[in-house]
């Protein structure tokens, strides 16, 4: 069956992350027209699709060694996926926070240097670079919210994630193209922002998620007992609850140290994410005082 919980995980990983890199690759693109290089754009799209493709293989072969796992290394394997995404997002969330105001001056400055030393196959391993990162995190994140819905809603999970992640994918595909004509005009700080809250949730989730993995196989021994059962009001094996539970980890009988763990998580990291930067003071030269005769 359908996992709307799923595909809506997926899908806003997949356009967080895919808006990110259609971003770059537009400010390459762009930069490139505009310095009359418009014939080196080729070997831009040749450098995001190798980084595609690799990102893509990558979290294939993770997520397929799944399946050949038995217990308790199932679990080692999906709680450990799981704590390395949220790992993942997170920073991936406070760099970007502290650096989405110097992307455009960072890549147009390796442009320059790429450019000068006339070598135009570099333009392809400067898109390659600029694209794995994301590729590479968004394939790791995938497998974490692929586990965890294969864990609650069997195959159709995973399924769904991926669905959601091609459309998001796909939509910024087209925001990327919008970027590069320049005719959408999009508050990149404000989307970043909020769709950030959203990640933090989902990596909370990831962390809970992973916690019972390990509480499972007895990896933790503290804080094993149930805190508090309301399956009877919303159960996370269907409904709103399982959307819940594929969006957000949520599940309606949580073990102590899962819920410390998710709350812990979201009471800490979201109080740094929302937290205003602090900008360093701009000094002002003193004026110059006139010497009258």
Same mark, same amino acid.
């Given at each position: 069956m359908f996992d709307i919980g799923a595909f809506t995980s997926g899908l806003l990983t997949g356009l967080r992350e895919g808006v990110e890199a259609a971003l770059i690759v537009s400010i390459i693109c762009a930069y490139l027209a505009r310095t009359g290089n418009a014939r080196h754009l080729g070997r831009i799209g040749l450098g995001v699709a190798a980084a595609v493709v690799a990102s893509a293989a990558l979290g294939l072969v993770i997520f397929a060694t799944l399946g050949e796992l038995q217990t308790p290394w199932e679990q080692v394997f999906e709680g450990t996926t799981m704590l390395v995404a949220a790992a993942v997002v997170t920073w991936m969330l406070f760099w970007m926070r502290r650096q989405a105001s110097a992307v455009a001056g960072h890549l147009q400055r390796a442009l320059d240097r790429v450019l000068t030393a006339g070598s135009a196959w570099g333009l392809l391993l400067l898109a390659f670079t600029a694209v794995i990162r994301e590729g590479l995190e968004t394939a790791l994140f995938? =497998?974490?919210?692929?586990?965890?819905?294969?864990?609650?809603?069997?195959?159709?999970?995973?399924?769904?994630?991926?669905? /959601?992640?091609?459309?998001?994918?796909?939509?910024?595909?087209?925001? /990327?193209?919008?970027?590069?004509?320049?005719?959408?005009?999009?508050?990149?700080?404000?989307?970043?922002?909020?769709?950030?809250?959203?990640?933090?949730?989902?990596?909370?989730?990831?962390?809970?998620?992973? =916690?019972?993995?390990?509480?499972?196989? /007895?990896?933790?021994?503290?804080?094993?007992?149930?805190?508090?059962?309301?399956?009877?009001?919303?159960?996370?094996?269907? /409904?709103?609850?399982?959307?819940?539970?594929?969006?957000?980890?949520?599940?309606?009988?949580?073990? =102590?140290?899962?819920?410390?763990?998710?709350?812990?998580?979201?009471?800490?990291?979201?109080?740094?994410?929302?937290?205003?930067?602090?900008?360093?003071?701009?000094?002002?030269?003193?004026?110059?005082?006139? =010497?009258?005769?």
């Open positions: 995938l =497998v974490g919210q692929a586990t965890a819905a294969t864990t609650s809603a069997g195959g159709a999970g995973a399924a769904s994630v991926l669905a /959601g992640a091609t459309v998001g994918l796909l939509i910024s595909v087209g925001l /990327g193209y919008g970027f590069y004509r320049g005719s959408r005009r999009i508050n990149l700080g404000r989307f970043f922002r909020w769709t950030g809250v959203l990640l933090v949730f989902i990596a909370a989730g990831l962390l809970g998620s992973a =916690v019972h993995e390990f509480v499972e196989i /007895g990896w933790i021994t503290l804080g094993t007992q149930t805190a508090f059962d309301i399956s009877a009001t919303l159960p996370h094996e269907a /409904g709103i609850g399982l959307f819940l539970r594929a969006l957000f980890g949520y599940s309606s009988t949580p073990e =102590v140290a899962a819920l410390a763990t998710w709350v812990t998580y979201l009471v800490v990291v979201l109080s740094l994410y929302l937290r205003p930067l602090h900008q360093r003071p701009t000094v002002r030269p003193e004026p110059v005082p006139v =010497v009258r005769a």
